[in-house]
């Protein structure tokens, strides 16, 4: 081995090192689901035939209506695009990034 590739070998091992502790703390759907409570108070529940969603505002809870949703999984972080609806006809969009098991709105 030469010098300069004896000096790379830190860096490159380095940047490996961050790049799978990225891929192993991406955030999971349940992660999002958690943030998504705690961040804009819409819970969601799991039934035998049915997916459900409440949100919390003002002490009141009110239905909402999935409207669409897609995720793009990259590797190192995650996008999640959500659109509810709520009763009134008023449509809620929520855009994350999660990554190293935080979430961003974007």
């Known amino acids: ?9 830190p860096v ?3 940047l ?7 891929i ?3 955030p999971t759907r349940s992660d999002f689901y958690t943030w998504l409570e705690s961040e804009y108070g819409i819970h969601v529940s799991y ?3 049915e997916t459900t969603y409440t949100q919390i505002t003002n002490g009141q809870e009110k ?15 995650t996008t999640y695009n959500e659109t509810f609806m709520d009763v009134e006809g008023n ?8 990554v ?4 961003f709105k974007r």
Do not use: C, P, W, Y
């Not at 490996?16 to 990225?22: A, E, G, K, L, S």
């Not at 449509?91 to 999660?98: D, H, L, R």
């Not at 190293?100 to 979430?103: I, L, S, T, V, Y």
């Open 63 to 77: 239905s909402l209506n999935f409207r669409s949703g897609h995720i793009q999984h990259v590797g190192i972080f």
């Open 47 to 49: 039934d035998i035939n």
């Open 91 to 98: 449509e809620i969009n929520i855009k994350a990034t999660g």
């Open 1 to 9: 081995m030469n010098r300069n590739m004896i000096r790379k070998l």
């Open 16 to 22: 490996v090192t961050f790049v799978v502790i990225m």
């Open 24 to 26: 192993i703390t991406n």
């Open 100 to 103: 190293m098991n935080m979430f």
């Open 12 to 14: 490159v091992m380095g």
